[in-house]
Structures are given as C-alpha cells and as structure tokens.
C-alpha cells in the first residue's frame, strides 16, 4: 500500500480487497487515512478471481492496474504508466518488474519487450507475462472480457491474458523496470494440484485458439508439465501430456518433461528434471 500512496501521480483510487484474512489487513489499512483508499472485506475466503473481480466492479477509473499484496511500485510508476497509455493509446500494457528471490539472491531484472511486429509473436508473449508485470488495462476493455475467470482456483491471469489477444485490440510494453516483485515459494503439492487442474481447464477452453498457435500450446503444456513433473505426479503427466506428445511428436521440451517424470527415481532422470528447471525459470518464469 505504502508504494501506491507514495506515487508522484495523485489522481488515483486504491482498492484493498481483504480476501477472509486473519491477520489485521483492515486495521492496517485505516491507519493511513487516505480518502483514496476503498476497503473492502469478504466474510469468508472466495479466491482470487472472485475477489479480484469485486475489487474489478467497484472501480471508477478509465484504467486500471493489479499489484499483489507483497509487491510494490516504484514512485514514477503510476506518472509513466499513464503517459504510456495516452501517448500510445493502447487497450492495455506492462512494464519491466525487478524481482527479488526467496532465497536471498541478488535481484534481477526482467523486461518482456515486444521487438517482433507480427500479431503471433506478440500474442505469444502478451500471454507469457502474467498480472504481476504492472498490469494496466483499460477498465471498458476489462468489462468487455468478463474480467477473471472464476471457476479457476490459479493461473486466471494466464486465462485472461489469453482472452486479450484474441480480440481486436492493442497492446505494448512500457520500457521501465517499475515493479518490485518478491518471489514466494509454492512447493506444496496442493498448490501444484490447483495450478495444474487451472493450465489443463485453460487448454481445454481455448483449444480452438491453440490449435493456430502451436508454439503457445506447447508453453502451456510445458507448465503443466513442469507443475506435475515437480509434485511427482507421474500417472498425471502421462494422461495430461500423452494425447498432445502423440499430437506433438517433435516437441523436445515436453518429452524431456515426460521422461524426466518416467525416470526421476534414476540419476539419468534428475538431470532432465535440473534441464527442465533451467529451461522453465529461463524462457517461462515471466508468467508465474
């Protein structure tokens, strides 16, 4: 909240959606006593769509854009987002966040630029960055879409994003590292479940769409893969990925994802798992 109530920009509402917590959100968000600030509480926990959707339905704004509670902008965020919107007169955008690790490693940067001009590389990549990359969107344009999707319990940005590029309209990327992102870990198997029943829900919705973008379809099923292939789920990988490898035959990531589950128990099997790892954080983190 601090990095929003900071910004340069003043002409701005923050919406605080307190998703069934426990731990003092509402009275911290009165301490600031900014006429800016909406709170508002759900009774019991209802998810991220949904309560992403309400904080969605209450805004007044011509734009709007998502920050996760452990997140922040930096100060010119908002001033340089909005010039970028006007001045472009695109439909939605993101810019280049710095990302801090768990582990205590140095910070990185990441900027997902669109330097390719045709419409599928630039689908391909819009739907790789995820909510997190300072996410800005006209709020008509977000109300045209149905906002998130609220059968998915995770992954609605993926979702989303994938109903964006598929209509007529206009996107770019402000080329600024102005998010600080702090990495979690969600290592647990539930986690990955819920993640993993998501990526499959979103093939399936937007098979016809995939079926002219083989190479998003096969990031989508590299996910899947990478999520099961973590939580040790091996009977799941071969359902999930064996009807697309015998569609995909020549997709290399996948078999090794595939075979590295087959063989995790092997010494041969734990280095296709370390290549995987590196492959995904390389080419895929972006949408996480």
Not at 33 to 49: H, P, S, T, V, Y
Not at 77 to 98: A, I, N, Y
């Amino acid at each position: 909240m601090s990095s929003v109530l900071q910004q340069g920009f003043a002409d701005f509402e923050l919406i605080v959606v307190d998703d069934g917590s426990s731990d003092g959100t509402k009275e911290v968000v009165e301490s600031f006593q900014d006429e800016r600030i909406l709170f508002l509480a759900n009774f019991e926990n209802r998810g991220l769509a949904r309560s992403t959707n309400r904080g969605f339905a209450e805004a007044t704004g011509d734009f709007l854009s998502i920050l996760d509670d452990d997140d922040e902008f930096e100060p010119t965020f908002l001033e340089k987002m909005d010039h970028h919107l006007k001045t472009t007169e695109v439909d939605f955008s993101w810019c280049g966040v710095r990302e801090f690790p768990e582990n205590g490693k140095l910070p990185k940067e990441i900027m997902v630029e669109l330097k390719e001009p045709d419409l599928y590389s630039r689908q391909m990549l819009a739907v790789l960055i995820g909510s997190g990359f300072g996410f800005t969107i006209r709020r008509s344009l977000l109300e045209s879409v149905g906002g998130y999707d609220e059968n998915l319990l995770t992954t609605c940005d993926v979702d989303l994003f994938l109903n964006l590029v598929q209509g007529p309209w206009q996107w770019s990327a402000l080329p600024h590292v102005l998010v600080n992102v702090y990495r979690q870990s969600e290592r647990l198997t539930l986690c990955n479940a819920r993640r993993a029943e998501s990526l499959e829900y979103i093939i399936d919705k937007h098979a016809p769409f995939l079926s002219t973008h083989p190479r998003l379809k096969s990031a989508l099923y590299f996910q899947l893969g990478a999520v099961l292939a973590d939580a040790g789920e091996r009977l799941w990988i071969r359902r999930a990925l064996g009807a697309y490898l015998r569609e995909s035959p020549k997709d290399v990531a996948a078999w090794s994802i595939w075979l590295s589950s087959e063989l995790r128990h092997y010494w041969f099997g734990l280095k296709l798992l370390q290549v995987y790892r590196w492959f995904y954080h390389r080419y895929f983190a972006p949408q996480a």
